[in-house]
């Protein structure tokens, strides 16, 4: 069965600080994957996707960037938060980027002070 | 843009009762969308409810079923008889087929009152 992991769960940032949250999955390989954004009463948002290593597509501009080191790991970054970059960070994973079912991580909530 | 719009929440409603979430969806860059009910219950991650990827389909999960209307661009979540492990936040979404890219409503906090 595949899992997937994001850490940390949650974290408090000064703003103009840097920030990195980090997603894994197991148990499927080459994996298409996407990082996702909810502000507070907001919508959830689709940020970046990645259909392999090294490769990251962007999706919506908000001052973060993101990185796939390995297979099973997607990293969002960014050197200098924004008080805007508060909300719930969501990794999710598919097979395949056609019709197939996105399955999601935990998340991760950021707030920035 | 591609946008989806569902019910406002909060819906309270009484265990045993039905159900209509409401989605409309647009779809401008998208020919083919497919559509998604996903779920997120109390202290949980979002999960899929249902999916539907073809016109004029039913999907159904969990006594809970959604109709693909491309005439009408909507996809309703209904059920008939409610439970109180029913009370969750339901998210509609649009899929596009090519990128992959899901576009979410607002999401509707349901609660079933015992």
């Known amino acids: 069965a595949q899992t997937i992991h994001q850490w940390p769960v949650a974290e408090i940032k000064a703003v103009g600080s840097p920030l990195s949250l980090g997603c894994t999955i197991k148990?499927?390989?080459?994996?298409?994957l996407y990082w996702y954004w909810q502000a507070t009463g907001g919508t959830l948002q689709q940020l970046f996707y990645s259909i392999t290593v090294g490769q990251v597509e962007s999706v919506v501009q908000l001052n973060l960037s993101a990185s796939r080191p390995k297979d099973d790991q997607f990293i969002l970054s960014t050197e200098k938060l924004l008080l805007s970059h508060s909300g719930f960070y969501l990794c999710?994973?598919?097979?395949?980027?056609?019709?197939?079912?996105?399955?999601f991580g935990p998340g991760t909530r950021l707030l920035v002070l | 843009g591609d946008s989806v719009t569902q019910t406002e929440g909060p819906v309270t409603v009484s265990e045993s009762e039905s159900l209509i979430i409401n989605c409309t969806y647009s779809?401008?860059?998208?020919?083919?969308?497919?559509l998604f009910w996903y779920v997120r219950y109390p202290g949980e991650g979002l999960q899929l409810l249902l999916k539907?990827?073809?016109?004029?389909q039913k999907g159904s999960s969990r006594g809970f079923e959604a109709t693909y209307n491309k005439e009408t661009t909507s996809f309703h979540l209904q059920k008939a008889s409610v439970q109180e492990s029913d009370s969750a936040v339901y998210y509609c979404a649009l899929g596009a087929t090519n990128t992959g890219k899901l576009t979410f409503g607002d999401g509707t906090v349901l609660t079933v009152k015992p």
């Open positions: 148990g499927k390989s080459s994996p298409n």
């Open positions: 779809a401008t860059s998208i020919a083919y969308p497919n």
């Open positions: 999710a994973w598919s097979r395949d980027r056609g019709q197939d079912t996105q399955y």
């Open positions: 539907v990827i073809t016109a004029g």
